[in-house]
């Protein structure tokens, strides 16, 4: 169902502090929505609560950590006590990681997991309750990604996360059918965020030149993050199903209805050329 009016409609982001997330916080913000910010980064999110206050704008900042069940249920606890329940809930916190799959230990499984998928699961299942009772048209966004709809070398357990993340919202879209909760999937392409900055977020086996490689060519070939925000903006206001958003989104989607093999191919030939491999 869409809201074309975000005029003091109550949205609540995670990952908030930084990238897509503080992006999308600023677009809302510009149409007049009440943000709920959410991140682990305490700075990060003074410094944005600052900047929507300083332009007029309403916010109220969390400090969270999405992987904690019992934490995500008490910041929704208190937020329907102090807000009432959200009008759009935007599940966007998530961490890359790259590396080939044997190449790679498997410590970082369960955090890529526990981030991107289950940080999902707990927004969803935390907030989703009170939207369905307030009711009227309220939507969830669920940030997933050009790989859940086919991924390049090297991200195994990115790739995997995000598949399921897009897994779940489809299962979300018909359990929710029957209601005025609209189920966003959001499938960002190549963005220009610092996702493949962090050393935490890459393979002891992924060398220096390798990952200087990628980093220019999410600079060179990425979009900005005001993009995907705009999109999440449209999707909301337009109660869109599905938004692929940045380049090579669309292609890939397209590509594979036509042939997987094809679309094979190709991901391994530009792998190959730009350091994923």
């Known amino acids: 169902m869409a809201i074309a009016d975000l005029k003091n409609k109550k949205v609540l982001i995670t990952g908030a502090a930084s990238g897509i997330g503080r992006a999308t916080a600023l677009a809302f913000a510009r149409r007049g929505a009440i943000l709920l910010l959410c991140d682990i980064d305490t700075s990060g999110l003074?410094?944005?609560?600052?900047?929507?206050?300083?332009?007029?704008?309403?916010c109220f900042s969390y400090e969270i950590d999405v992987t904690d069940a019992t934490a995500m249920a008490e910041l929704a606890a208190g937020i329907h006590v102090a807000q009432?329940?959200?009008?759009v809930?935007?599940?966007?916190?998530?961490?890359g990681y790259l590396g080939r799959f044997l190449d790679s230990d498997l410590n970082h499984w369960p955090r890529v997991l526990d981030i991107n998928l289950m940080g999902v699961v707990h927004g969803c299942y935390?907030?989703?309750?009170?939207?369905?009772?307030a009711g009227g048209p309220r939507q969830i966004i669920n940030v997933a990604s050009a790989a859940a709809l086919y991924p390049s070398p090297s991200m195994a357990a990115y790739a995997a996360s995000k598949h399921a993340v897009y897994g779940l919202s489809e299962v979300l879209k018909m359990e929710l059918n029957d209601t005025e909760i609209q189920v966003t999937t959001v499938c960002p392409g190549v963005i220009n965020t610092p996702i493949v900055a962090n050393r935490r977020n890459i393979a002891?086996?992924?060398g220096v030149e390798q990952i200087s490689r990628l980093q220019q060519y999410y600079q060179n070939k990425g979009c900005d993050p005001e993009l995907v925000a705009e999109s999440m903006v449209q999707a909301v206001q337009q109660g869109r199903d599905l938004v692929l958003v940045g380049p090579f989104a669309r292609l890939i989607f397209q590509l594979r209805r036509l042939s997987v093999g094809l679309l094979r191919r190709i991901v391994l030939k530009d792998a190959r050329k730009i350091g994923y491999l």
């Open 46 to 58: 003074a410094a944005l609560s600052q900047q929507i206050v300083d332009a007029g704008g309403q």
């Open 89 to 95: 809930l935007i599940n966007n916190a998530g961490v």
């Open 204 to 206: 002891a086996s992924v």
């Open 126 to 133: 935390c907030f989703l309750p009170r939207m369905i009772e």
């Open 84 to 87: 009432g329940a959200v009008d």
